[in-house]
C-alpha cells in the first residue's frame, strides 16, 4: 500500500465565519500501481484531498500515511515525501519560468542536489517519457511552445523527479481534442513504461474510462463510492444526483438494454459498445 | 433566423511573423461567409486553427490584411464606427477571471453600458434585465470572486448583454468550466439565441456543443474546410479525425459498426437517436 488516509477531517477557516468543512471523515488506500481516477463536483473535496497527499495541507485531523510513513510524525521528512509523491496542478504551463524547456526541467532534480551527470539523464528521460525531442527542444524558450506542448514540459518537470506517485490535476483542461488525446497517451504510456502510481482528477469522464482501473467519488466532502471503473459507471443515477455523468457510449448501452435489447450495459470505450452491438445484430439476423 | 446578413466576411486573410524565423504566416487565408440575423453558429478547430483570430476581426480588435469585414453593414475598417461596431457585436472570452471589472456583480454588469454613456434610469433597467436573462439577479449584490466558474461567466455575458448587441461572439466560453458551470453557461448561449433573437458566434473544441447549432464552420490552418448542418458536418467521421476533431460518442460507433458492412444512416447525433435506429 503507497498511500493511506485514516479519518481525515479538514476544515478551511475554522472558527471564522468562513468556516467550510472540505474534507469529511476520508478514508481510502492506494495499492502500488494502481491507476486510480478521481471524480467529483466542483467544490466537492478534490483539489484539498489531492494537496494532503504530499504534504502541502496538512489535515485538522486524522492520519495520512504514504510509503509506511506518516506525515504527522515528526520524524518524517517532508522533502522526500514531496519527492515520492509528485503532484502537476491544473494549467501547470502557468508555473514554467526558465529561458530554456531544459533549465526549467533541470530545476527540480537539481534541488535534490544530484549530479549533473545525473541531472542530464533525468532530463533526457523524462523529455521522451512525454514525447517531447530532447535534441530540438532542450534549447528553446518553453513560452514558444503550444499549449499541449508547455503542458508536457511541466509534466516532464515532474516526471524528472522520479516520484513513486503522480498525482495529475486536471492534466487535459482547455486543450483541443489532439492536444488532449497526445497528453492522455503519454499518461498512460508513463503509468506502462515508469510502473508508478497515477491519480488522475478529472470531469471527463470519458478520459477516465480510457484510462483508470478504479475510481474514488468525491461528493460533499466525504468520498461517496468507490470501486472499479465499470462498478462505479454503472451506478449512473447515483452519478448523475452528485452533479457527475457516465460516458455517452454506456448512457446509450444502458438505454438500449433498458429496451429489452439483450446486450450487457457495462461497456465503457466504443470498441466494447461495437463488439455488443454487433453481437446483438448478428444474432438478431440468424434468428 | 432571417435573410439579413449580421456578419458578412469577404475573402479576409490575416498575416503575421512567425517568432521562431519571422516568416509570413497567414493565420486565416481567404474565408468568406455571410452570417445572417439570428442565426447560431459554431466555429471548429484545433488550436491554431485561426479561430480566435477570427473572432477578434469580427469585432475589430484587429483589422484583416486583405479583404473586409462588415458588421451590420459597417465595415470595421471605417475608425469612426468601430464603437458602434463594438456595441453591435459583443465578445465573451475563455477565462472568467480576466473578464471581471469591478468589486460586486451588478457594477460589473453596469461597466459596460455606462462607458456607451447609457443614460442613469436606462442604466438600470439594462442591468436588471441582463442578469435576468442569465439569471443571476439573486448574486446582483455578491463580490465577483466569490462565484463559481460558470457564475462568473454569467455575469460576463450579462455585461455583455447591457451593451444590447445584436451578435455576441463566444471565444471558447467554457473551456475553463467544470460540467455543470459547461452546462449554464451552454443553456444560457441558447436562451439568447432562441428567445432574445442574438446571433450567436460560438467558438469551441467541445462537439456536444457544436450539436445545436444551425451551421458549422470548421477551420483548418487558416481556411474553412468545412461549412454545414451540424448533420452534414459529423457524418463526415474520418475527414474530421483526419482535421485532429472529436465527434459525439454515438456517430463513432455507427461509423464503426458500418465500417463492418453496415449501412446505417451516418447523421446520427445523440443517444436517442441512435436507439431509434437500432
Known sequence: MIIQLKNVNYTYNPGTPFEKKALDDVNLEVNEGEFIGLIGHTGSGKSTLVQHLNGLMKPTSGEIIIDGKSLSDKDTKMKEIRQKVGLVFQYPEHQLFEETIYKDIAFGPKNLGLSDEEVDERVRNAMELVGLDFETLKERSPFELSGGQKRRVAIAGVVAMKPKVLVLDEPTAGLDPRGRDDILDEIRNLYEKENITIILVSHSMEDIARLVNRIFVMHKSKVAMTGTTREVFSKADQLESMGLGIPQITKFMRRFKSLGHDVKDDVLTIEEAKEEILKYLRSNRDA | ?278
Not at chain 2, 147 to 164: C, F, P, T, Y
Request: proline residues 4%; hydrophobic residues 40%; glycine residues 6%.
Open chain 2, 1 to 278: 433566423m432571417n435573410d439579413e446578413i449580421m456578419v458578412k466576411i469577404e475573402n479576409v486573410s490575416f498575416e503575421y511573423s512567425s517568432y521562431i524565423d519571422e516568416s509570413i504566416q497567414l493565420a486565416v487565408k481567404d474565408l468568406s461567409i455571410d452570417i445572417k440575423q439570428g442565426e447560431f453558429l459554431v466555429v471548429l478547430g484545433h488550436n491554431g486553427s485561426g479561430k480566435s483570430t477570427l473572432a477578434k476581426m469580427i469585432n475589430g480588435l484587429i483589422m484583416p490584411s486583405s479583404g473586409n469585414i462588415f458588421v451590420n453593414g459597417l465595415n470595421t475598417r471605417d475608425e469612426d464606427k468601430i464603437w458602434d461596431i463594438r456595441s453591435t457585436a459583443g465578445m465573451v472570452f475563455q477565462n472568467p477571471d480576466n473578464q471581471i471589472v469591478a468589486t460586486i456583480v451588478e457594477e460589473d454588469v453596469a461597466f459596460g453600458p455606462e462607458n456607451l454613456g447609457v443614460p442613469q434610469s436606462e442604466l438600470r433597467k439594462r442591468v436588471d434585465d441582463a442578469l435576468e436573462t442569465v439569471e443571476m439577479t439573486e448574486y446582483k449584490n455578491h463580490a465577483p470572486h466569490l462565484l463559481s466558474g460558470g457564475q462568473k461567466q454569467r455575469v460576463a455575458i450579462a455585461g455583455i448583454l447591457a451593451m444590447e448587441p445584436d451578435c455576441i461572439i463566444f471565444d471558447e466560453p467554457t473551456a475553463m468550466l467544470d460540467p455543470v458551470g459547461r452546462l449554464e453557461v451552454m443553456e444560457t448561449i441558447k436562451k439568447l439565441n432562441k428567445e432574445k433573437g442574438k446571433t450567436i458566434i460560438l467558438i469551441t473544441h467541445f462537439m456536444d456543443e457544436a450539436v445545436e447549432a444551425d451551421r458549422v464552420m470548421v477551420l483548418n490552418e487558416g481556411e474553412a474546410v468545412m461549412l454545414g448542418t451540424p448533420k452534414e458536418i459529423f457524418s463526415q467521421v474520418e475527414k474530421l479525425k483526419i482535421l485532429g476533431l472529436d465527434v459525439p460518442q454515438v456517430t463513432e460507433l455507427v461509423f464503426e459498426l458500418n465500417k463492418e458492412g453496415y449501412a446505417f444512416s451516418d447523421d446520427i447525433l445523440s443517444v436517442e437517436e441512435l436507439v431509434n435506429l437500432l
